[in-house]
């Protein structure tokens, strides 16, 4: 009983995928494909037992504590749940002072005090909040201090971590068109994990989609909401509900139930669920191919792409 062999857990396998400054790269699946270890890995909150983390050039996997504490200045991110994640003991002007004293970002503790209310300012907030605490705010003003945090060290990369699923639907609207004028005002980059495909489609400038662990499916988010070449892809949007009436469109029901991520197919790992499926897809790794610029796809049914020999890793 001593010798069993221990499965391995790939929770993100093979992905890759690069982020142009200034733009919105929607992160988009099913809960449990890995999306957040992503965001997570970017940032090094969880460390990738293999692979690169590029940013502006440099494989910050590399980094020692020092090199990534300066690089972590221009990386930040905004978790999912507003509740846990701002300390209930601390005041919300100490919580977004925090990152200025580690980064020694203030010259004096007026300058300080001046800098946070600026930050609660910038996300709707005011000067009389700076002595409460955690409890007494909802949840929309919760995130609204958690997105005045990011900001405060001036980020180049926002890593959004499903910022608008813990909040009701007339929040949600009011953060996601912060996100956006923040965006454009501090020309900030974003990673925005989300499962929940129109708030993607609303705020994202491309869109990848994730499955067990891999991409399976990347473009524009014009050209996935309207053309989804993945057979996953177009069961996720089929799922959207459409306001007009009038538009019909047709809904595709999967079969089965997700895999677990320690028995996942040797081939293609949406090949139980998926209605297109060959024989040669259980045993086929789906490589991410073009199918028109800026559009990859990870199906050999619908590229026309037989992958049964190959071994490479998914296109960047």
């Given at each position: 009983?001593f010798d069993r062999k221990r499965s ?172 956006q004028d923040l965006q454009e005002k ?92 060959r024989p040669s897809c259980a045993v ?33």
């Amino acid at each position: 009983m001593f010798d069993r062999k221990r499965s391995v857990l790939r929770a993100v396998d093979g992905v890759s995928f690069d982020i142009e400054p200034g733009e919105t790269l929607g992160l988009v699946g099913e809960s449990g494909c890995g999306k957040s270890t992503t965001g997570r890995t970017i940032l090094r909150l969880e460390e990738p037992t293999s692979g690169e983390v590029v940013f502006e050039g440099r494989d910050i996997r590399k980094f020692d504590q020092h090199e990534l504490r300066s690089v972590r200045r221009q990386m930040q991110i905004i978790f999912q749940d507003p509740y846990s994640s701002l300390d209930p003991r601390k005041t919300i002007g100490s919580i977004i002072a925090e990152p200025l004293i580690i980064h020694k970002l203030a010259a004096s503790r007026r300058d300080r005090e001046d800098r946070v209310v600026e930050l609660l300012q910038t996300v709707g907030l005011s000067r009389d909040h700076l002595g409460r605490y955690p409890h007494e705010f909802s949840g929309g003003q919760r995130q609204r201090i958690g997105i005045a945090r990011a900001l405060a060290v001036s980020p180049k990369l926002i890593i959004c971590d499903e910022p608008v699923s813990a909040l009701d639907v007339s929040v949600q609207a009011q953060v996601i068109n912060l996100l956006q004028d923040l965006q454009e005002k501090f020309a900030l980059t974003y990673l925005f994990i989300a499962h929940d495909l129109s708030v993607v489609e609303h705020i994202s400038t491309r869109v990848a989609v994730m499955y067990l662990g891999k991409i399976v499916e990347i473009a524009s988010a014009r050209d996935l909401y309207t053309d989804p070449t993945h057979p996953y892809a177009e069961a996720l949007l089929s799922a959207v509900p459409v306001p007009d009436p009038k538009i019909k469109r047709p809904h595709v029901i999967l079969s089965g139930d997700v895999e677990s991520p320690n028995d996942v197919t040797e081939g293609c790992r949406f090949y139980h669920r998926c209605p297109l499926r060959r024989p040669s897809c259980a045993v086929s790794e789906q490589v991410l191919t073009e199918v028109a610029p800026g559009h990859l796809v990870a199906c050999q049914v619908r590229t026309g792409v037989n992958t049964a020999a190959t071994t490479s890793a998914p296109s960047r």
